[in-house]
């Protein structure tokens, strides 16, 4: 169930009821959160959750976009957390306001409490209406009043909208395009672009401003040491003087200005025994993944405005409290004074360009008091400037006895940082932050701890019920690629370096992969969603091994705490991998929205699939030349397999995220149909033609 009486983190940090509902407006329920819209129909779902408690219609129900002056602070829209923390936090609030506002209508009436209800915001007395309602009863409660958890939540039986599938709450905008925050606009705004380092911490050697005014009058130029906006009234204008940024500013290197920050050293992690036995046979593989982008399709934007003493960012960042505190320490400002206000970008799960481009905008705004400033990304600075993915690899060393179990198992992570966003670790982490000033580069990096789900650890230790296991994480920041939180972080490439690796066990056990699997399996629930995608896709299928056609399985619990995910995939292989058919077993828990949640399920699944058969950002002497789609290719929608998805539900289990569940059981379950379909291993990311062939030249 949703709530309970202990109450949920952002509760604690943003007690007062009335920062999470107000009835200012007649007939509408104003609902804030925390968090924010990224594509995943967080927004739709939460409405579902107000409404059953307040026992209204779900369109009676507005969720305010997230500001840092009056939703709550609920940190980071990530890690799959959203209906979780944020709705059960809105659950228990907004049953606390229903009971503050049926005392106040008790009081108005004098009348007994149990003989009241509401429906719709109206209050009966024993069935019959008063003429009260919700909003002519909100002036008569405490709005300031601590939500204690002390009133019950209503029963799973009295939902009505959870569990329902209606339809997204914001779609309606951006159909008519008006939905995003590139259609925002205020009278007299500015355009600005920003002429990006090429590498991190290059110098400004030069700017020479008198060709850029022969080539591009009107263009204006701001520099702040190593920062260069380009600005001007016409926004094409201004696109084109940047695309010839390079014939106006040269850049250099500064020798010895680069340092990799200092990190926390291994981190080993033991379970149990994990001693080699005497004459076992085993594996030792390295797995591994390269840079990958977000490759939002749309670019990063932001807009600005500095009037009156007081700094107004619009941005589609996914932590707007957090960003408001790295602009204002940047800027020099007191957090008060900035006001961050969410609005609806492209769809991005991590740490993409829209942090950047706030402050970026923010920079500038400052320099023109009065004059509202929009700043938006070039497609080739969105691919090759904002944080990448990390590049990690997984080594698994691990043996079976002559049972054919498991006895031993050593995964071995090293991994560039996931967690790099604004603020994390006391870092600005944000490259005109750095161009600004080159001393704001990080001096030491950590993973994100253990209780948030790992990063470069996220999924490391493995799901099975192996005697032992010794796990190894080791961050490597030697690269100057800025790279940051990516959907799922390390769980993407350690669930298919675990799935990978135990395929091959079964293999050399001579067993089947789903039996293999289950017979190292206690978890009902992981088992069950094994079993159900078994069941959906017939497996084992009937294709033998190394006949360019086959089936591939996967499992793992996102963060080993979260949603269960199986994944069989059917592959063919000629001269590139090919995926067919994807079929996916979940158990979220209790299902808020069906088909919201089968969004994330198979929207994580189609990225999963593209990441693994495709995406890479090639790397040239550390640096991260400028490119374009035609160097970064993407699933197309040709290529999107059939998908076959189904929920276990059981509406008595709390709900659990569904976002990123998809990302590591199928990049597993492709790679172990690829390596089956040809008959021997591969295991570096991505699975492209090019590996292919220098796969198929090395067998």
């Not at 400004?204 to 040491?225: F, K």
């Not at 696109?239 to 981190?267: N, Q």
């Not at 076992?280 to 399709?297: F, L």
Request: hydrophobic share 45%.
């Amino acid at each position: 169930m949703i709530g309970g009486n202990a109450l949920p983190r952002s509760l604690l940090d943003n007690p007062e009821l009335g920062r999470w509902v107000s009835f200012e407006q007649p007939g509408t329920v104003v609902v804030r959160s925390g968090k924010v819209e990224l594509g995943q129909g967080i927004l739709t779902a939460l409405a579902q959750i107000a409404a059953d408690e307040l026992t209204v219609d779900p369109g009676l129900i507005s969720l305010a976009p997230c500001d840092t002056d009056r939703s709550p602070d609920e940190g980071i829209t990530a890690g799959s957390q959203s209906v979780e923390i944020s709705g059960a936090s809105i659950r228990m609030a907004l049953a606390q306001a229903r009971a503050a506002l049926i005392d106040a209508a008790a009081a108005r009436l004098g009348a007994d409490i149990g003989n009241l209800s509401c429906r719709d915001g109206n209050i009966f007395l024993r069935g019959a209406p008063t003429g009260l309602d919700f909003w002519s009863l909100a002036t008569a409660v405490d709005w300031c009043q601590h939500v204690t958890g002390d009133v019950a939540v209503r029963p799973i039986g009295a939902y009505c909208a959870v569990g329902a599938s209606h339809p997204r709450i914001d779609m309606a905008e951006k159909c008519g395009g008006a939905g995003f925050i590139q259609d925002l606009f205020l009278p007299g705004l500015l355009h600005a672009r920003i002429v990006r380092q090429p590498f991190r911490l290059a110098r400004l050697a030069s700017v020479d401003e008198a060709r850029l005014q022969r080539r591009h009058p009107g263009i204006a130029i701001l520099q702040r040491n190593d920062f260069l906006a380009l600005i001007g009234p016409d926004e094409y204008g201004v696109h084109v003087a940047h695309a010839e940024a390079d014939m106006f500013a040269r850049w250099e290197e500064v020798s010895g200005l680069w340092l990799p920050a200092e990190t926390a050293g291994e981190k080993i992690t033991l379970l149990g025994s994990a001693l080699p036995h005497a004459g076992s046979t085993g594996i030792e593989a390295r797995y591994s993944r390269a840079h990958v982008a977000h490759a939002s399709i749309g670019p990063s934007c932001a807009m600005a405005v500095f009037d009156a003493g007081r700094l107004t960012v619009w941005s589609h960042s996914q932590g707007v409290f957090p960003l408001r505190g790295q602009i204002a320490l940047c800027l020099g400002l007191e957090p008060s004074a900035v006001h961050v206000i969410h609005a609806h970008g492209s769809g991005c799960y991590g740490h993409n360009g829209a942090d950047d481009a706030a402050l970026d905008a923010a920079i500038v705004a400052m320099e023109l008091p009065g004059q509202p400033v929009r700043v938006l990304w070039s497609r080739e600075d969105e691919l090759s400037r904002g944080p990448l993915g990390a590049a990690m690899s997984a080594a698994v060393e691990a043996e079976i006895d002559v049972a054919g179990k498991v006895a031993s198992w050593k995964l071995s992570v090293t991994s560039e940082p996931h967690a790099q966003r604004p603020g994390f670790g006391g870092h600005f982490n944000l490259s005109s932050a750095e161009a600004l000033d080159s001393a704001r580069l990080p001096g030491k990096v950590e993973d994100l701890p253990d209780a948030a789900g790992g990063g470069a650890a996220r999924n490391a230790v493995a799901i099975y019920d192996f005697p032992g296991q010794q796990v190894t994480v080791r961050l490597d920041t030697r690269s100057r690629i800025r790279t940051s939180s990516l959907r799922s972080l390390g769980a993407h490439l350690n669930v298919f370096a675990i799935e990978s690796a135990m395929d091959e066990l079964a293999d050399l056990a001579g067993a089947d992969s789903l039996d293999f699997r289950l017979r190292h399996l206690s978890d009902e629930r992981c088992r069950a969603v094994l079993e159900g995608v078994a069941e959906m896709s017939g497996w084992p299928g009937n294709h033998p091994a190394g006949e360019g056609q086959a089936l591939g399985i996967a499992v793992a619990r996102y963060k080993n705490k979260g949603a269960w995910l199986a994944a069989v995939a059917e592959v063919s292989v000629d001269e590139e991998i090919r995926l067919a058919r994807l079929w996916l077993c979940a158990d979220v828990g209790l299902v808020v929205n069906p088909q919201g949640a089968r969004s994330q399920i198979e929207g994580g699944a189609i990225q999963a699939a593209s990441w693994t058969l495709k995406e890479e950002v090639k790397v040239e002497n550390d640096q991260v030349p400028v490119f374009d789609w035609t160097a970064y290719p993407i699933l197309k929608f040709s290529e999107i397999p059939e998908i076959e998805t189904r929920f276990i539900i059981d509406p008595k289990r709390s709900p659990l995220g569904a976002g990123e569940a998809s990302q590591g059981p199928v990049a597993a379950a492709i790679g172990n149909a690829a390596s089956r379909a040809l008959g021997f291993r591969m295991r570096d990311l991505p699975l492209t033609r090019e590996r292919l062939v220098e796969a198929l030249s090395s067998a």
